[in-house]
């Protein structure tokens, strides 16, 4: 088994994509120094972090122990995903048929259930004008994303049957589920699968890490969209 001798360093904000890699790290047990880039500030756009993640989108990690012994620096959560499942052999299958099952669940969450829900989050909660047919698209897509989640893990334990990273990539987007107005009653396929890896000790870690720091951003982000709110009553 791949043995990692030198930490990798993480640069992160505890966000759902950020929590697919805390997730990981945790999971395979593996060093891993954190490099908080508060997205609230800016972090994000400096010169440093762009250096490693060009489009300016945190999670991106940096593995002094990549390829040929030589460093390696990944951005885009699902490719971070790939590239740990692949260096240690774990999370990942390794017949073909295995892998292309947790492979496209891997690309159904990073191409509709983050993005789809992300809307529904800005929309929702955040953009400064409440715009009902935004708020009702994205809503409406959000509730048949989860309804073909909770198809997936009918009578299973696990979205392809087997623990992967299409779980951990899957979970976080499901945490603020109150945030996107899904009841997890109405979906028991996704709320029995919810409730039983939260237990993972793991995906707990992952899930807490820097959890304070979370706080104070949607704090900050809710002061700003009340004010502005009032600002535009008060017009």
Excluded: C
């Amino acid at each position: 088994m791949t043995a990692q001798t030198t930490p990798f360093d993480l640069y992160y904000w505890p966000t759902p994509n950020g929590w697919k890699i805390t997730i990981m790290l945790e999971e395979l047990g593996v060093p891993y120094d954190v490099h908080y880039v508060n997205i609230g500030a800016g972090d994000q756009f400096k010169p440093n972090f762009l250096e490693i993640s060009p489009n300016n989108k945190m999670p991106a990690l940096v593995d002094p122990e990549g390829p040929d012994g030589k460093p390696i620096s990944i951005f885009e959560s699902g490719a971070i995903l790939l590239y740990l499942a692949r260096k240690f052999r774990r999370f990942l299958p390794d017949d073909e048929r295995g892998r292309v099952a947790v492979e496209q669940w891997l690309m159904w969450q990073m191409g509709g259930f983050g993005p789809m829900l992300g809307q529904n989050h800005h929309f929702g909660t955040y953009a400064p004008e409440k715009i009902d047919y935004a708020i009702n698209r994205y809503r409406d897509e959000t509730h048949r994303l989860y309804g073909v989640l909770n198809k997936a893990l009918e009578g299973k334990d696990f979205v392809t049957g087997n623990y992967s990273i299409a779980d951990m990539a899957i979970i976080g987007w499901v945490v603020p589920h109150e945030r996107q107005a899904i009841d997890l009653a109405e979906f028991p396929n996704v709320k029995r699968w919810f409730e039983a890896l939260k237990t993972r000790p793991a995906v707990a870690t992952g899930l807490a890490l820097g959890k304070e720091e979370r706080a104070k951003l949607d704090l900050a982000k809710d002061k700003a969209a009340q004010s502005i709110l009032f600002n535009q009553r008060a017009r």
